[in-house]
């Protein structure tokens, strides 16, 4: 099955860090890109940013610096870490897996992540 479950969200002040997690199951890991959406209040889910097998990056333009996607081959897990976090990376942040760069075949159940000013 293709499976993936995201955790680690809460509540930071602007300026600050956080580390989501993300556990694919096997055939999701070894099978698909992974990647990072989110949604924020009243607005329509946006991209974060993606990982593929090999390790290519991408990343939406408005976290590019701040955030850091990772993955670790031998947990099967990818990795969200959040810098310099501001008010307006308040969201729900969903970890994906599909087959292109902009992966949004699979969601995640979601994690709150909630930045103060």
């Known amino acids: 099955q293709v499976q993936v479950v995201e955790s680690g969200g809460g509540l930071v002040q602007a300026g600050g860090s956080l580390t989501l997690s993300c556990k694919a199951s096997?055939?999701?890991?070894?099978?698909?890109?992974m990647g990072w959406f989110r949604q924020a209040p009243g607005k329509e889910r946006e991209f974060v940013g993606s990982?593929?097998?090999?390790?290519?990056?991408r990343y939406e333009e408005s976290v590019k610096g701040r955030f850091i996607i990772s993955r670790d081959n031998e947990k099967d897990i990818v990795y969200l870490q959040m810098n310099v976090l501001k008010p307006e990376d308040t969201a729900v942040y969903y970890c994906?897996?599909?087959?292109?760069?902009?992966?949004?075949?699979?969601w995640g159940q979601g994690t709150q992540v909630t930045v103060s000013s």
């Open positions: 096997e055939r999701t890991w070894r099978t698909y890109y």
């Open positions: 994906t897996a599909g087959r292109t760069s902009r992966p949004d075949e699979y």
């Open positions: 990982i593929t097998v090999k390790g290519y990056i």
